[in-house]
C-alpha cells in the first residue's frame, strides 16, 4: 500500500463503501487458530497424514472416522467455549484490532469466524452501535433459519444499525459451520450455483464496496474459497481498491524472505488486491491513527 492506497481506502471507509472481510487473525490471542486445534485433534485422534496443522483435513478425517459430519462441528464449539471471553469494558490489548474496525462507520462486517466478538466490538463502541448476525444459507437444511433480511422485516444496514454476516456459519448454529473439506466444496458448488443464497444487501457489499481482508494468510483455505470461488465470480464492475493484510515473509516462506515477498506481492497483483505487509495489529494501529486524522481534516475542512 502506498500513500494513495490509504487516500482512497480512508475516502471508502468515509462513504461505507468498504466492507471488511474477518478471519481468524482478528482474534490473536483471543482465540486458537485452526493451525492450532488442528494439531491437537491430530495427535488426539492419530491423523495419519501430514497436514496436522490443516483444520479443514483433519476435521474432515474425524468425521469420516466416527461416521457423522456434525462430531467435528460440535468439538470445535465445544473447543472454542473453553476460552475465557475478553472484556470488551476494559482496556485490552488484544481487542485492538476488533476496536479498530467497530469505531468505523461502515454498514456491513463479512467474516469467516464463527464467533460474536465482532458483534460484541460494535455494542462495545462509541457511540454504541446495534450490531445484528446473520449466517449464509449455503445448504438446505438452513433454509428455515429466521433471517434479519426478511420481506416481513425493514432492516437496512448502516453504521449505527451494522449487520455482521458469517459466511461460513455462526456458534449459534451448528449445522451453519463450515468445517470440513467436503463443508468448503459443497459451500464453493451451492454459491456458484446459486448466488441468490446471499441476501441482495450482502451482494451488494461484496461487489459495489472496497474489500478489506485482515486476519488471513494466503495459505488460509478461507481465504482462497471467499476469493477465488465467491469475489471473483461476482460482477464488481463498480468495485474499488481492495485490500489484503499479510504477514511479512519469512512468515509464509520456506527459502529467501525476499523472493517469497515478490512472489506474493504479483500474486494479489494478479488478484487485483493491494498487500499490507504486517499483522493485523498493526494495521489496525495505523488504520485507527489514520482515520482519526482524516476525520480530523473533513471537520476542518467540511
Known amino acids: 500500500m502506498n500513500e494513495e492506497d490509504w487516500k482512497v481506502l480512508l475516502g471508502r471507509i468515509k462513504d461505507g463503501k468498504c466492507t471488511p472481510f474477518l478471519g481468524a487473525g482478528v482474534n490473536y490471542k483471543i482465540l486458537p487458530l485452526g493451525g492450532q486445534i488442528a494439531r491437537e ?16 483435513s483433519v476435521a474432515q478425517f474425524i468425521a469420516v472416522k466416527y461416521d457423522d459430519k456434525v462430531v467435528p462441528k ?3 464449539l465445544e473447543r472454542l467455549a473453553q476460552e475465557a471471553r475478553p472484556d470488551f469494558s476494559q482496556a485490552d490489548e488484544r481487542l485492538d484490532c476488533l476496536r479498530a474496525l467497530a469505531e468505523l462507520p461502515l454498514p456491513v462486517y ?72 467436503d463443508d468448503y466444496l459443497d459451500f464453493l458448488v451451492n454459491i456458484s450455483r446459486n448466488q441468490e443464497l446471499l441476501p441482495s444487501r450482502i451482494q451488494r457489499a461484496l461487489t459495489e464496496a472496497s474489500l478489506l481482508f485482515i486476519g488471513y494468510r494466503l495459505r488460509d483455505i478461507n481465504f482462497r474459497v471467499i476469493y ?19 504477514m511479512k515473509p519469512p512468515d509464509e516462506h520456506a527459502g529467501d524472505a525476499e523472493a517469497a515477498e515478490h512472489y506474493l506481492t ?17 494495521f489496525a494501529k ?17
Open 41 to 56: 485433534w491430530a495427535e488426539a485422534e492419530q491423523f495419519p497424514l501430514r497436514s496436522s496443522d490443516d483444520l479443514a
Open 74 to 76: 460440535d468439538r470445535i
Open 110 to 181: 463479512l467474516t469467516t469466524n464463527y464467533d460474536d466478538l465482532m458483534v460484541e466490538a460494535l455494542r462495545h463502541t462509541e457511540p454504541r452501535k446495534n450490531p445484528r448476525r446473520e449466517i449464509c444459507k449455503w445448504h438446505a437444511g438452513l433454509e428455515s433459519v429466521p433471517s434479519v433480511f426478511a420481506a416481513t422485516q425493514v432492516y437496512e444496514p448502516d453504521h449505527a444499525n451494522p449487520v455482521v454476516f458469517h459466511l461460513h456459519g455462526s456458534d449459534q448454529l451448528v449445522d451453519s459451520l463450515v468445517l470440513t473439506e
Open 228 to 246: 477465488r470461488g465467491l469475489v471473483q465470480s461476482m460482477d464488481g464492475s463498480r468495485r474499488r481498491l481492495s485490500i489484503t493484510v499479510q
Open 266 to 282: 504479483e500474486y494479489f497483483k494478479d488478484l487485483k488486491v493491494r498487500v499490507y505487509w504486517g499483522t493485523a495489529k498493526d
Open 286 to 302: 495505523e488504520l485507527r491513527d489514520r482515520w482519526k486524522k482524516f476525520c480530523a481534516v473533513s471537520i476542518a475542512n467540511p
